[in-house]
């Protein structure tokens, strides 16, 4: 264990619905003195192995201990490149992540459909730009 003064990361996860925590990598987590500190990130659990219902939202705050972290990183194989979650396992062993737990509307972009919800959802508050969505669906959904 370590001093809550001593985390050099914090990383910001979102409650969601249990049945939906298989699409994300989720927090397992210990809480001491009030403060979530995080254990480990899992990826993609099934919903009964799932050791929260909070998911990375991938925002981070890290000290400049980070890049000691980076430069001696591997990068994963099978994708070829760095993985921000061993990134954060790391510095979970070299001195602690706080997880902050926000709130609020997460859009997930990580596949087409989600991206276009996310697009409209965002265009629909604005006055403009709300117009161009409505016309272009009128368009494409009436019979000419």
Same mark, same amino acid.
């Given at each position: 264990?370590?001093?809550?003064?001593?985390?050099?990361?914090?990383?910001?996860?979102?409650?969601?619905?249990?049945?939906?925590?298989?699409?994300? &990598? #989720?927090? /397992?987590?210990?809480?001491?003195? &009030?403060?979530?500190?995080?254990? +480990?990130? #899992?990826?993609?659990?099934?919903?009964?192995?799932?050791?929260?219902? =909070?998911?990375?939202? +991938?925002?981070?705050?890290?000290?400049? =201990?980070?890049?000691?972290?980076?430069?001696?990183?591997?990068?994963?194989?099978?994708?070829?490149?760095?993985?921000?979650?061993?990134? #954060?396992?790391? =510095?979970? /062993?070299?001195?602690?992540?706080? =997880?902050?737990?926000?709130?609020?509307?997460?859009?997930?972009?990580?596949?087409?459909?989600?991206?276009?919800?996310?697009?409209?959802?965002?265009?629909?508050?604005?006055?403009?730009?709300?117009? #161009?969505?409505?016309?272009?669906? /009128?368009?494409?959904?009436?019979?000419?």
């Amino acid at each position: 264990m370590f001093c809550q003064n001593t985390a050099v990361g914090l990383a910001t996860f979102l409650p969601v619905l249990r049945e939906n925590v298989s699409r994300y &990598g #989720v927090a /397992k987590y210990s809480e001491i003195d &009030g403060a979530k500190h995080l254990d +480990s990130i #899992v990826e993609k659990p099934r919903v009964e192995d799932a050791p929260s219902n =909070l998911i990375n939202i +991938s925002k981070y705050i890290f000290t400049p =201990l980070v890049f000691d972290i980076i430069k001696r990183q591997k990068i994963e194989p099978r994708l070829n490149e760095l993985l921000i979650t061993d990134t #954060v396992s790391e =510095l979970v /062993k070299e001195g602690g992540v706080l =997880l902050f737990e926000t709130t609020g509307e997460y859009f997930d972009c990580g596949n087409l459909e989600s991206w276009l919800q996310t697009n409209i959802a965002i265009a629909m508050k604005d006055p403009v730009l709300r117009e #161009v969505v409505q016309n272009t669906v /009128k368009k494409y959904t009436h019979d000419n």
